[in-house]
């Protein structure tokens, strides 16, 4: 089964190699069966490579130590849940995982691009192949899964306890799913430049790939932060970590990518930003994985140790990102410019909307490449953390956000601000009321505190003054509203849904820094503390075995006001004697949408114990605007306007769907 | 020989989803222009919609409209221009699909026969330890038992059976717990005590601390003429700088030994060691089991003292990672201390007592242990 899978692999190395040159040449001759081999290739390649995943995560399973990688992170004790997470847990794993989501893009414009112009799917699928044979080239030589050993250990060296978590089953394969997803962007947009024209089409296409992957990658980004969160113990939600930073970049990118393709599909203008954009996008993801994946991260003189890998990743970003971007350079004034419109209107929000996007991402890749060319250079090592982010990211989002509610109330080509304003006069006294009370009632010394509220607000009651506006609240009879609000266009619901997330996390972010509190004590047995009006009394610390670790858990009663307990909080050291680590699980009760997080530290020679307590208010609602951002993208894609753009697929759909309900 | 099957069959399969499109006729298309013209309708009417409900003014959405007419337009004219290029098959195109079908078998055959262990069957651990023990290795063996132990805990002879082969193993700490679970479980012996009594003290690196001390002196008391209890506290003696009483400890067995016990020879090595001031003690603490002090003496003096020096460098490297071990520490000293190596001693030294802070009880334990060997921490 094993060898199975590693020959799956190179079989499907070829077929990528073949996907690259054939439907190319194909394009180039006009030569309608070498176009057709694309498909039927992509879709073999995804079989094999999901064949070849499939083998190494039964050898994970299995605990077979015959193969190099299992034994290096793999333990016949741990729960079998973390066997098979195990499998992406790692260098080697996680390049597979990465190709067989790539792969599996391609096989799915392979088997849904029936609709597609023949030259552009065979260049699309070309590129995806060529993306594809790089980092199956990447994993043969360099970072093998399937490296045998032999004899076989009989025992292996057990995963990274950090990594020994539910989220590692989420974490990365939603994150992958974001990167890789923007690949059919660059593809698309790579296909364009080759062709040297731009279809109609093809913003309809590239927009729900666009939503896709930003769809993942919002909830990769969320799952991450959260996962961070709990499984680090000192209870911080972002760090602005060169590793955040690199799924965050891509993020931003993609973000504006999503806008500017907005108007590229409804108005044909703005196409060759767009195309940039998707370009600089997965540049991005690629450089994410490279920052993470060659060590350069840990430090400069790692990526000097293992040269092989560090190097060839970079061979492969500088060939696909320089590439695309010399093709553009060459291409790019080909291509026809589209529909003209005012610098107020819907489309000047979204160039204002790109504007800020791009340059806080341009941001965030200095700060996170500067400390590294510095390092490279003269050896220094310095840390850009948060003040820096704090001072030029921070600065760079405020007016963004105070634009958000703006731009979908802007009508297109010529839009009326002062109209705008008027409908979200509403929105800006909710906005306002909410500032005062915080400056007023909760914490009058922080203006931090009464801004942030005041602007996530802002940007939530700005989403709920949207749909109001475009339902007809207050102009029209209450049963043409409902009428009318059930049939908005999906993606109106979309883009409400996700500036209301976007407002959420705010909220979340805001109220955590501003009105958090926290205690670092040392408590004995039957000692009670309180923080901000919760008590909390600590019952004892007991051992327990788990079937890979031992571990102390503190157990803590929550007192409610009548005195006797009302719930359990509880948090562990653990140590994990195969690696010598000591890890600990924070205690976390959730009471609303705040958090009490509770994580224990040393234990005193007198029994005693380091406890460091937080009161985290409103801190779900980080990660859950950030599922509610999802749901904005998963509405969107379901809107109609996303499956037009297919001659043969055109007159079923007229007879099937209902036109737009209007008065 | 499945696996060849297997691969062979995957490559068909391969090289079929290249071979079957190149084969089939050709398929009508849709030019782009039909797509193109299908999207721009599409905007029309969207158009309409968005007019409908205020989402652009009625000037503005005229405009839009005269856009996309040009548009369609355009498309017209090119869409006439571009209709007639399409080619019969070149013969570049039969060369690029020849090498293609070709491509699969010879790339995917020639690298896996570079980088595959086609002959290396796949291993999973249930399977391994459910074999015929004959077949298995003594790890796979090792395995099987501490399975059958973490199932049935309280198997003292299980335990019994395990704890030696872990001393030979060198898994110290496994050891000490499967001769306590013996000793708990399947009752006190001396040759119980003696192999706990060897595991603490491999454990801690062959000093033969407190606690082993402790267990061969039960061992003694169990059975007056067991040789490893005898051996070891006499180790012990040597290890705290009583040389002489070492000295007469070992003459003392050489007396009662019966002539064919392996310990004999372990016993006149320590002698000799101990009469040799160079190795004085460091040899002896190694505690070594008799092959070893014999594997040891066989080798020429330079073997011997690179491999001293490796397993010195190789402590080091541990404290650095892993500080807080004091009877790492304190073999460290002393290594170095008989290797000759003052200044690298004294260093050790120093570092130890940072660790555990200037003022601590291991801090004076350091410095008294180290003036017992001659050593003071500054100068």
Redesign the interface.
């Known amino acids: 089964m094993v060898e199975t899978g590693h020959f799956a692999l190179v079989l499907a190395f070829a077929l990528s190699l073949v996907q690259t040159i054939v439907p190319l040449f194909g394009a180039r001759l006009n030569n309608q069966r070498l176009m057709a081999v694309g498909g039927p290739v992509a879709v073999t390649g995804f079989a094999l490579t999901a064949l070849s995943f499939v083998a190494l995560a039964s050898a994970y399973a299995n605990s077979d130590f015959s193969v190099a990688s299992v034994w290096e992170n793999s333990h016949s004790l741990q729960p079998m849940i973390y066997k098979i997470t195990g499998t992406w847990g790692n260098h080697e794993g996680s390049m597979l995982l990465w190709v067989l989501i790539l792969t599996f893009f391609g096989a799915l414009v392979a088997a849904f691009g029936s609709n597609l112009p023949a030259t552009l799917r065979a260049n699309v699928l070309a590129v995806q192949g060529a993306i594809g044979a790089a980092f199956f080239l990447f994993i043969l030589a360099t970072s093998n899964p399937f490296i045998r050993l032999n004899p076989a250990p009989i025992e292996g060296r057990d995963l990274n306890p950090v990594l020994q978590d539910l989220g590692l089953a989420i974490h990365p394969p939603l994150l992958y799913l974001g990167y890789v997803g923007f690949s059919i962007c660059f593809s698309f947009s790579v296909a364009a430049l080759i062709e040297g024209r731009i279809d109609a089409s093809w913003a309809r296409w590239v927009r729900p790939w666009t939503l896709v992957a930003w769809m993942f990658l919002t909830g990769g980004i969320a799952m991450g932060s959260y996962w961070a969160y709990y499984e680090l113990g000192w209870g911080g939600f972002w760090f602005w970590d060169p590793v955040e930073n690199a799924s965050f970049m891509p993020w931003l990118a993609g973000t504006a990518l999503l806008h500017s393709a907005i108007v590229m599909e409804k108005r044909s203008a703005l196409k060759i930003w767009t195309l940039l954009l998707a370009i600089l996008t997965f540049s991005l993801s690629l450089l994410g994985t490279f920052l993470v994946r060659s060590g350069v991260l840990t430090s400069v003189h790692a990526f000097a140790t293992d040269p092989a890998r560090g190097v060839f990743i970079l061979c492969i970003l500088t060939l696909f990102i320089g590439g695309s971007l010399a093709l553009f350079a060459l291409r790019a004034s080909r291509l026809t410019a589209g529909g003209l419109f005012h610098p107020i209107s819907r489309e000047g929000a979204l160039v204002l909307n790109n504007l800020f996007l791009t340059t806080a991402t341009a941001t965030v890749l200095v700060g996170t490449l500067y400390p590294l060319a510095l390092e490279a250079l003269t050896g220094d090592k310095i840390s850009v953390g948060a003040p820096f982010f704090d001072l030029t990211f921070g600065p760079l989002m405020l007016p963004l956000l105070v634009l958000v509610p703006f731009g979908p109330l802007l009508a297109w080509k010529r839009g009326d601000i002062i109209a705008a304003s008027q409908r979200l006069m509403a929105a800006f006294a909710t906005a306002l009321a909410a500032m005062l009370v915080t400056g007023l009632f909760i914490d009058g010394a922080s203006v931090f505190a009464a801004l942030g509220i005041g602007l996530a607000v802002w940007l939530v009651a700005g989403a709920l003054t949207d749909l109001a506006v475009k339902s007809g609240v207050g102009s029209v009879a209450p049963a043409v509203m409902v009428r009318r609000f059930a049939g908005l266009p999906r993606s109106v619901f979309g883009t409400a849904l996700a500036h209301l997330g976007l407002g959420l996390t705010l909220l979340g972010i805001v109220a955590t820094l501003s009105f958090g509190t926290e205690k670092i004590l040392t408590m004995r047995a039957g000692e009670t503390v309180e923080l901000s009006g919760h008590t909390l009394r600590f019952v004892g610390l007991y051992p327990a075995q788990g079937p890979n670790y031992s571990e102390d858990r503190g157990r803590f009663e929550l007192i409610g006001v009548s005195g006797s307990p009302v719930g359990e909080i509880s948090s562990a050291k653990r140590f994990y004697p195969v690696r010598q680590t000591t890890t600990t699980e924070s205690g976390i009760k959730t009471l609303g949408l705040s958090q009490l997080y509770l994580s224990l530290g040393d234990e005193a020679k007198d029994g005693s114990v380091v406890v460091r307590l937080w009161w985290k208010p409103l801190v779900t609602l980080i990660w859950g605007g950030g599922l509610v951002m999802m749901a904005g993208a998963a509405m969107s894609l379901m809107d109609r306007r996303l499956r037009v753009g297919a001659p043969s697929r055109r007159r079923k759909q007229a007879s099937a769907e209902t036109p737009a309900v209007l008065p | 020989m499945l696996?060849w099957v297997?691969?062979a069959i995957?490559?068909l399969?391969?090289s079929l989803?290249?071979l079957?499109?190149?084969a089939?006729g050709?398929?009508g298309?849709?030019?782009?222009g039909?797509?193109?013209?299908?999207?721009?309708r599409?905007?029309l009417s969207?158009l309409d919609?968005?007019a409908?409900?205020?989402?652009?003014?009625p000037?503005?959405a005229a405009?839009?409209r005269a856009?996309i007419a040009r548009?369609i337009l355009r498309l017209d004219n090119a869409d006439t221009a571009g209709k007639a290029?399409?080619?019969p098959?070149?013969v570049?195109?039969r060369l690029?699909?020849t090498?293609?079908v070709l491509?699969?078998?010879l790339?995917?055959w020639g690298?896996?026969s570079q980088?595959?262990?086609?002959d290396?069957p796949?291993?999973?651990?249930?399977q391994?330890l459910t074999k015929n023990p004959a077949d298995s290795?003594v790890?796979?063996l090792?395995?099987r038992a501490e399975a059958h132990l973490a199932a049935n805990p309280s198997d003292g002879r299980g335990w019994d059976v395990l704890a030696p082969v872990y001393l030979r193993m060198q898994r110290f700490s496994d050891a000490v717990a499967a001769y306590r679970n013996a000793i708990r479980l399947a009752g006190d012996s001396a040759v119980r005590q003696a192999g706990l009594g060897e595991a603490i003290a491999g454990a801690a690196g062959g000093i033969v601390s407190a606690d082993a001390q402790d267990a061969f002196e039960a061992a003694l008391k169990l059975d007056p003429a067991n040789a490893k209890a005898s051996f070891y506290l006499a180790v012990a003696l040597a290890q705290e700088g009583r040389n002489k009483e070492a000295i007469t400890a070992w003459q003392a067995m050489l007396g009662t030994l019966p002539p064919d016990s392996p310990w004999r020879s372990a016993v006149e090595q320590a002698l000799a060691k101990s009469a040799s001031p160079e190795v004085a003690s460091g040899a002896a603490a190694k505690g070594p089991d008799a092959a070893d002090v014999d594997a040891a003496s066989s080798m020429s003096p330079q073997d011997r003292e690179a491999m001293i020096n490796t397993m010195v460098a190789g402590l080091d490297e541990k404290l650095r990672q892993?500080p807080r071990d004091t009877e790492g520490w304190m073999r460290l000293v002393r290594s170095y201390v008989v290797l000759g190596k003052t200044d690298q001693a004294r260093e050790a030294l120093g570092r130890a007592i940072a660790v555990f802070g200037a003022g601590s009880d291991e801090a004076k334990k350091f410095t008294a242990f180290a003036a017992s060997l001659g050593l003071t921490a500054t100068e």
């Open positions: 696996f297997i691969a995957l490559t399969g391969a989803a290249v079957l499109p190149l089939a050709a398929k298309t849709s030019s782009s039909d797509h193109d013209l299908e999207v721009y599409d905007q969207e919609r968005d409908g409900r205020g989402l652009i003014q000037v503005e405009e839009a856009e548009r290029s399409a080619r098959a070149s570049t195109a690029v699909a090498v293609a491509a699969v078998p790339v995917s690298v896996y980088i595959g262990s086609p290396l796949a291993q999973p651990l249930s391994r290795s790890d796979e090792v395995a892993n």
